[in-house]
């Protein structure tokens, strides 16, 4: 068996878990599967991969987004502006509740999502570009590619 590259930090005092079972969760470093562990603990072994995660401080606000180029479910800590998947590296934008705004395609009638503020937004689905700007005649167009 092949030795570390580093050792584990050593604890001099043994981690005993909270007696009233409190648990909370993570997404494992390694193959981003979401991990349990009890809370108080500073970092998390995953079962799958034996990748060791670091726990975030506690008080820390955790938000989850889905990576636009995987659709791998990626947590982070809330008031981030971007955030980079692990598996796929793409760089996705994380924006909270108060900065998207929603409207619903000019043509399928979808739900669409857009950065508050934006002039316009395109539909996944069908392409159609829908006008948002309050100030603009145009409430449609299609879009051309």
Do not use: D, W
């Not at 001099?12 to 390694?30: D, E, R």
């Not at 990748?51 to 938000?63: D, N």
């Not at 509740?97 to 043509?107: L, S």
């Amino acid at each position: 068996m092949p030795a570390p590259l580093a050792p584990y930090p050593m604890v001099s005092v043994p981690f005993t878990p909270p007696a009233n079972g409190a648990q909370s969760q993570l997404v494992c470093s390694g193959c981003q599967n979401l991990l349990l562990y009890p809370v108080g603990a500073t970092s998390v072994c995953c079962a799958v991969c034996n990748a060791v995660t670091s726990v975030p401080p506690p008080g820390t606000e955790m938000a989850q987004l889905v990576c636009g180029g995987c659709h791998t479910l990626l947590m982070y800590i809330r008031g981030a502006t971007s955030v980079q998947c692990s598996c796929c590296h793409t760089i996705n934008l994380a924006m909270e509740a108060n900065q998207v705004a929603h409207v619903n395609c000019g043509n399928c009638r979808m739900l669409l999502m857009y950065q508050y503020g934006a002039p316009s937004v395109k539909c996944a689905v069908c392409n159609f570009v829908t006008s948002v700007g309050a100030s603009t005649n145009i409430t449609e167009q299609k879009f051309n590619s």
